[in-house]
């Protein structure tokens, strides 16, 4: 389902034998093996630094327990498709945690270290800070954070202000960057203050690790799906270009950005010659898979120099940093090359042989 090449071994002993000759980003395994019963190839996989994802047949309190007494990422039962799904997920999720950033917020060095060591389970790379000012200079560094865990009390700035201050920069709005507030206050009133000003979770010390593990992968899903969400409001259907509304309104920003920066800069208009032949010989079909590759070439060119959207059927538009003779140059690149296109007819039509 994944693409993920897939290697199987049936004991603890096959396991060690593998592991000689290959790397893993995360391992499935049964608590119980035939040479390992006890849970020694969950000992095994974490001393080689490798997240396990355990697969039990039955959910019962004190196995639970003692799996978690590991340093596992999750545990997952093997009873149903649902649970294979489940797994699934899983795989994937710490696949994809391995390209996302979170920053740990907190005055206590043995608390924040405690919270490391949670997400570098679940194989995130993770920033740390020990107050609001710290923190503040880290995410000037690094603004590609996708979550920021922050404690209330801390020393020079606490953390519902960091948290004010946070909000107050465009590129840490709540849509991009989730923050979840943790504090030892069990008044609901602190909980609200947070919520009012910006974070998007709050949790409440002590918690449990399960806890801990849902609302981090919680508000990464909800990341997740407001960028798909975006993409698709802001993409052409098709192409996979910027759509006519996005490249508009993104166009009007740069145009003045460059004006007040005294940056020279051109606009392209292309429009593909006789698209409607194309249609009326080839159907809607062939007429795609032109603008498709057309719009692959494009983009191939032009990426490096400006924004490109389709701002019609067969119409597209460039704004590029650079002035007109460069542009020019530029152009007639992007006019060679279509013009020496070749679109195999095969690839729509399977009757027709000829390119």
């Known amino acids: 389902n994944l693409g993920f090449q897939v290697v199987q071994a049936f004991c603890m002993k096959e396991a060690i034998e593998v592991l000689r000759n290959e790397d893993f980003f995360v391992a499935l395994v049964d608590i119980f093996l035939p040479d390992s ?23 019962n309190q004190d196995i639970i327990k003692t799996i978690f007494k590991k340093p596992i990422v999750d545990y997952v039962l093997k009873n149903t498709l649902e649970d294979i799904e489940y797994a699934i997920s899983m795989v994937n999720r710490i696949h994809l945690n391995r390209n996302i950033t979170i920053l740990v917020v907190d005055d206590s060095k043995s608390y924040r270290h ?50 004010k201050k946070v909000r107050k920069q465009k590129e840490f709005h709540k849509d991009k960057v989730s923050i979840i507030a943790i504090s030892s206050q069990e008044d609901s009133e602190t909980a609200s203050m947070f919520l009012k000003h910006g974070a998007n979770d709050f949790l409440i010390k002590p918690f449990t690790e399960v806890l801990f593990y849902n609302r981090i992968n919680n508000n990464l899903e909800i990341l997740d799906m407001i ?20 490249f508009h ?17 051109s606009i392209a208009m292309l429009d593909i010659d006789f698209f409607k032949k194309i249609n009326d010989t080839y159907g809607h079909n062939g007429g795609d898979e032109v603008l498709k590759s057309i719009s692959l070439l494009l983009k191939k060119i032009t990426e ?42 095969e690839r729509v039509f399977p009757s027709v042989s000829r390119s």
């Open 227 to 246: 960028k798909k969400m975006r993409t698709l409001a802001n993409s052409d259907y098709l192409t996979g270009l910027h759509n006519r509304r996005f």
């Open 249 to 265: 309104t993104k166009s009007i920003d740069l145009i003045d950005a460059f004006r007040n920066e005294n940056i020279p800069f």
């Open 37 to 59: 019963t006890q849970g020694e190839i969950i000992d095994y996989l974490t001393e080689k630094n490798i997240p396990p994802i355990v697969l039990t047949g039955s959910y």
């Open 114 to 163: 405690k919270l490391i060591s949670l997400l570098h389970r679940h194989t995130f790379n993770v920033l740390q800070a020990e107050n609001g000012v710290e923190a503040l200079k880290v995410l000037e560094k690094n603004p590609y954070v996708s979550i920021i865990l922050t404690d209330y009390n801390m020393p020079e700035m606490d953390g519902l202000e960091f948290t």
């Open 304 to 345: 490096k120099h400006g924004i490109l959207g389709r701002v019609g059927g067969e119409e597209f538009c460039l704004l590029l940093k650079k002035n007109p003779a460069k542009s020019l140059i530029i152009m007639n690149e992007v006019k060679d090359s279509i013009e020496n296109l070749i679109i195999k007819r």
